[in-house]
């Protein structure tokens, strides 16, 4: 599993203002308000603890501090315990947490202690991200390409197909593409018979997943992989929305389903 490096959490403020307001300009809403009507919950001043993991690979410089600057940025009341591990745990509780977020090296959870709510980041990543693509105002149809169904890239087509999209996908993985094909009704994808696309979610570890031959001008590309899935060079020549953030989000996605 990829992890998340410092260098992908520079300046994690500023691209979350980026973001939102790709997300405005995609969608008419703010990832606030995407989040809001995904949910049906409401922003609020929830306390949320948030407890460095030391377990496998260890702390992430940048990771618990980002996630303090994601929490403010929502509304939310977020602090970071000193201690990690089981100590920071019981510090957050003590200290009034309502929600908890940590992450070890497979799982990044948040936890409503007060309604029991639980959240895993990546099922609600790839439904925030589909959610945005699915929102494109000047899309030209209903077809929708999803790269990647593993587990973010999953849900996320799941997402598309409850909202009633005709979706393509595509992964290497033949038996991740049989299952999304068997339990999801979406049609496989074949790279080698391209066709246009106004909507693309893209969910891999990889660079340079889309081929130049599936873009249509001002396409939405929303995108929560890592590296990001398209060149510069391609983004500028088609005029690509694109909507890729590291970590603010998936997130808020998680934060506003516990609620
Ligand atoms: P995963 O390994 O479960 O799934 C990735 C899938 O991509 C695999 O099934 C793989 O076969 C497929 N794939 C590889 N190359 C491909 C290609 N060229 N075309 C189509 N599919 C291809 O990983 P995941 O947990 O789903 O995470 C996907 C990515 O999302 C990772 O980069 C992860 O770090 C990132 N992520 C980002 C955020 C965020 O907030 N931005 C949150 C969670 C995960
Ligand atoms: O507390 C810390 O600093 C670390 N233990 C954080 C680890 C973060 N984990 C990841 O990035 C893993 N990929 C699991 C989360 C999946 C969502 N990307
Ligand atoms: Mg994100």
């Avoid at 699915?134 to 849900?155: H, I, N």
């Amino acid at each position: 599993m990829a992890l998340l490096t410092p260098n992908d959490l520079i300046n994690i403020n500023k691209q979350l203002q980026e973001a939102d307001s790709v997300v405005k300009r995609v969608t008419g809403l703010d990832i606030k308000g995407v989040c809001q009507s995904l949910y049906g919950t409401s922003p609020s001043s929830k306390k949320v603890g948030i407890v460095p993991v030391t377990s496998g690979n260890g702390i992430i410089g940048n990771f618990s501090a980002s996630l303090h600057v994601i929490t403010q940025y929502f509304g939310f009341d977020g602090f970071v315990t000193d201690m990690p591990d089981v100590s920071g745990y019981y510090e957050a509780v003590q200290n009034g947490a309502e929600i908890i977020l940590m992450a070890d090296d497979h799982t990044f959870l948040a936890h409503n202690i007060k309604n029991g709510k639980m959240a895993n980041n990546q099922p609600c990543t790839g439904i925030i991200y589909a959610e945005i693509a699915s929102r494109y105002l000047k899309a030209d149809s209903k077809d929708v390409l999803v790269m990647g169904l593993g587990k973010v890239g999953f849900p996320g087509a799941a997402q598309l197909v409850q909202k009633g999209f005709r979706v393509y996908g595509y992964d290497p993985d033949a038996r991740l593409l049989k299952r999304a094909v068997s339990n999801l009704g979406i049609i496989p994808f074949d790279p080698a018979n391209p066709k246009k696309f106004s909507i693309i979610f893209e969910a891999t570890p990889c660079a340079n997943t889309i081929p130049e031959a599936v873009l249509s001008e001002n396409c939405v590309l929303s995108t929560p992989g890592i590296p990001c899935a398209i060149s510069e060079e391609l983004k500028n020549k088609y005029d690509v929305q694109l909507v890729a953030e590291p970590l603010g989000i998936g997130t808020v996605s998680m934060l506003y389903s516990v609620l």
